[in-house]
């Protein structure tokens, strides 16, 4: 069983640019949630999707947005990066209805300059 | 607004002595309640839950306890062990039984001495 896993890793994107994360889901499991987290803070929950379609949003303007597709796999894709948004941005995968936590993927650094 | 609050930044224990992790909430929506534990360079890994129709939830050596009318909620690591130390995040949700849209407190580092 393999599990979360997200590219890439670390990336440095200059103010303005646009960005994409990518993520794949552990087997077996169809939702798909991406945090935010900054230095020093708590992960903040950023939309989740469910079969293909975003499924709950948080605070966070449209310039976030996502897919995910059949196979379940995911992206993030900021425009117009700001220097705020430098985070580890976190995938998470899990199945609907069933409890427990997600799995997390190990997160991608994103430093915006 | 901080909803699930952990205010002790760090915490040191001796191995083989109890570590008590705290966590407090404002939400009175929250009805589900899991803590996370996450290594440098890793993403946090799901450690136990507990809803709200409960006030004990055991695993093995990690016990959480919820005490609703104070809002607060703690995690029991006994023994504790060196590989315990870590970056403990308390997270909570709103959506019965659901992972769906966690909100996390910004952790609390243990730090387990041999």
């Known amino acids: 069983e393999t599990g979360v896993t997200q590219s890439p890793t670390h990336l440095i994107k200059t103010r303005g640019q646009q960005v994409t994360l990518r993520c794949s889901s552990q087997s077996g499991h169809n939702t798909v949630s991406w945090y935010q987290q900054a230095l020093g803070q708590g992960p903040q929950f950023i939309f989740q999707y469910y079969r293909e379609e975003e499924n709950g949003r948080g605070n966070f303007p449209p310039r976030f947005s996502g897919l995910q597709f059949p196979n379940y796999s995911s992206e993030l894709n900021v425009n117009a990066l700001e220097l705020d948004d430098s985070a580890l941005y976190l995938c998470?995968?899990?199945?609907?209805?069933?409890?427990?936590?997600?799995?997390f993927g190990s997160g991608t650094r994103l430093t915006v300059v | 607004d901080q909803q699930v609050k952990q205010n002790s930044p760090s915490l040191s224990v001796q191995e083989g002595r109890i570590s008590i992790l705290n966590c407090d909430y404002t939400?009175?929506?929250?009805?589900?309640f899991l803590w996370y534990k996450k290594y440098p360079a890793e993403g946090p890994t799901f450690l136990i839950s507990?809803?709200?129709?409960?006030d004990k939830n055991e695993d093995g050596r990690f016990t959480v306890f919820l005490n609703k009318s104070a809002k607060h909620l703690s995690l029991h690591i006994v023994p504790s062990q060196p590989g315990d130390s870590a970056v403990y995040f308390c997270?909570?949700?709103?959506?019965?039984?659901?992972?769906?849209?966690?909100?996390f407190g910004k952790g609390t580092l243990l730090t387990v001495n041999p």
């Open positions: 939400n009175s929506m929250f009805d589900y």
């Open positions: 507990i809803s709200s129709i409960k």
């Open positions: 998470a995968s899990s199945s609907q209805g069933v409890d427990g936590g997600y799995t």
């Open positions: 997270a909570a949700s709103a959506s019965w039984g659901s992972n769906y849209k966690l909100t």
